[in-house]
């Protein structure tokens, strides 16, 4: 992913069971933990919090992103 995503923008990624699909919560600048995972974010790699389609959140890199 190249673009920068924005709030409530549709995306889809690799997921364990194959493709997930949710949106976007939040861009992610500063190191935070999620169900008790750290993730190491920063303003030059920021990550973006993901919703699933089931209401979990996730942390992924833009590059895992695809927007729908």
Do not use: C, F
């Amino acid at each position: 992913m190249t673009e920068r995503l924005k709030q409530g923008d549709r995306v889809s990624w690799k997921s364990h069971g194959g493709t997930a699909h949710g949106n976007v919560v939040a861009r992610q600048t500063r190191d935070t933990k999620i169900k008790g995972h750290q993730v190491r974010a920063s303003a030059h790699a920021p990550q973006y919090i993901v919703e699933s389609g089931k209401g979990g959140r996730a942390s992924h890199k833009p590059a895992a992103l695809t927007k729908e």
